[in-house]
T-cell receptor
Framework: GQSLEQPSEVTAVEGAIVQMNCTYQ??????LSWYQQHDGGAPTFLSY????GLEETGRFSSFLSRSDSYGYLLLQELQMKDSASYFC??????????FGTGTQLKVEL | GAGVSQSPSNKVTEKGKDVELRCDPI?????LYWYRQSLGQGLEFLIY????????KSGLPSDRFSAERTGGSVSTLTIQRTQQEDSAVYLC???????????FGDGTRLSIL
């Protein structure tokens, strides 16, 4: 089976940098994805790592270490609109996504 | 280009009734997924359709839940004899191929009285 752990909540100030971690245990692993979900909204895809290292997309970067079963999402130049829940998800056998319970990011002035 | 469309957006029904939830995936997407999300929780996988292959039903919580996908496009999730614990947001997602990022609909918020 799959299990993922994320901190439940992170608070940061506008303009700062925040890192949200994800550790996983999995019986099959193809990649780690990150999704953003605003209250009442649909999850939206942010990034995907299949290989070790850092992937950068604008203010968002995602990192993966397969040997450590660990990844993180890095948000730079935080904006109030970044306040949302962020979910990591593992693509395992059968192409299914298993989601973590999510980190609620609160951005303050 | 339309995204994933789900209907109804909200559904309130009495315990014991059957409900049908609909998902219209993005045109051309071969993979379709159903998830359930309870308040403040992550997404729980329910079922996965890929092309004409037999669906992966391993996430369905009981035999009261079933889903079908007609013509490789529209999908319906049916919950029979609903229970209060079925109250949740039911999300549908599709992707061009199984390994590619999933695009989610806005979900159906189901409330069982």
């Amino acid at each position: 089976g799959q299990s993922l752990e994320q901190p439940s909540e992170v608070t940061a100030v506008e303009g700062a940098i925040v890192q949200m971690n994800c550790t996983y245990q999995t019986s099959g692993f193809y990649g780690l994805s990150w999704y953003q979900q605003h209250d009442g909204g649909a999850p939206t895809f942010l990034s995907y790592n299949a290989l070790d290292g850092l992937e950068e997309t604008g203010r968002f970067s995602s990192f993966l270490s397969r040997s450590d079963s660990y990844g993180y999402l890095l948000l730079q130049e935080l904006q109030m609109k970044d306040s949302a829940s962020y979910f990591c998800a593992v693509t395992g056998g059968g192409n299914k996504l298993t989601f973590g319970t999510g980190t609620q990011l609160k951005v303050e002035l | 280009g339309a995204g994933v469309s789900q209907s109804p957006s909200n559904k309130v029904t009495e315990k014991g009734k059957d409900v049908e939830l609909r998902c219209d995936p993005i045109s051309g997407h071969t993979a379709l997924y159903w998830y359930r999300q309870s308040l403040g929780q992550g997404l729980e996988f329910l079922i996965y359709f890929q092309g004409n292959s037999a669906p992966d039903k391993s996430g369905l919580p009981s035999d009261r839940f079933s889903a079908e996908r007609t013509g490789g496009s529209v999908s319906t999730l049916t919950i029979q004899r609903t229970q209060q614990e079925d109250s949740a947001v039911y999300l549908c997602a599709s992707s061009p191929l199984p390994s590619e990022p999933q695009h989610f609909g806005d979900g159906t918020r189901l409330s069982i009285l």
